[in-house]
């Protein structure tokens, strides 16, 4: 069973596998540590936003940062004072970087290991997490572009890959495939009077009525259905 990426340590970063693809970037400490000199803020939010608009157009993927493309801890990772604390500095500008705002993102602070790490004391490696969005597509709002991933890289979207996403089924289409009533438990009855013929007699019911309602939903759709309500009403008024 996969680490759930919130339990990650410095050794599962550091382990992905070799190269970039569709689902991960490595970014080295240039592309997030304001507090290195020369670096320049802009230039990290036109890479986070070109970024986390491709990944969320395209299936959603993670960005480590603090990694070189070769998967080494770069600088010794990333200063954890970024802006005050660099994990919520990140998690507010990750919301600003694209219209429509990306619902559903993490950001993840890997902290050095107690023995054999590789990174500085006061530094950390961080994991941002994108999810596949259902509000897709995602414009950048630093260059006004629309991004999407192929292979190991963020490229512009051309149109019809645009019209393809923009027009892509976000939503299960589930149909009511049978619908059965059991009948399980009915209540006794008896007569509260005495009567010369049955059609003259009072019934009385005492108990409960036990149902079982029987419904088979089928979902003819290649999305998921993680959730489904059904509701009952009657067609009787009141």
């Not at 990174?119 to 509000?135: E, F």
Request: net charge negative; glycine share 8%.
């Amino acid at each position: 069973m996969a680490k759930p990426i919130e339990q990650w340590d410095e050794n599962d970063i550091l382990g992905l596998p070799p190269g970039e693809n569709d689902t991960f970037e490595r970014k080295g400490s240039m592309l997030l540590d304001l507090s290195i000199p020369g670096v320049n803020e802009n230039d990290v939010l036109n890479e986070l936003a070109k970024q986390v608009s491709a990944f969320a157009n395209t299936g959603g993927g993670r960005i480590f940062y603090g990694v070189t493309d070769d998967g080494r801890v770069d600088n010794g990772g990333i200063a954890t004072s970024v802006k005050g604390k660099t994990k919520q500095w990140l998690e507010d500008v990750v919301r600003a970087q694209t219209e429509f705002e990306i619902l559903g993102y993490n950001v993840y602070e890997v902290l050095p290991l107690q023995n054999g790490t590789s990174i500085t004391a006061g530094k950390a490696l961080y994991i941002v997490d994108i999810p596949d969005s259902d509000r897709a597509p995602h414009q950048s709002r630093r260059d006004f572009k629309y991004y999407i991933r192929v292979a190991s890289k963020s490229l512009p979207a051309p149109h019809r890959i645009l019209e393809d996403i923009r027009n892509r089924q976000k939503h299960p289409d589930l149909n009511l495939s049978g619908i059965s009533l059991e009948v399980v438990q009915l209540p006794t009855f008896s007569y509260t009077r005495p009567a010369l013929t049955l059609r003259d007699s009072t019934p009385t019911f005492e108990g409960a009525i036990t149902l079982r309602f029987h419904v088979s939903l089928k979902n003819t759709s290649q999305v998921i259905a993680k959730n489904t309500c059904f509701q009952l009403r009657s067609s009787e008024p009141g």
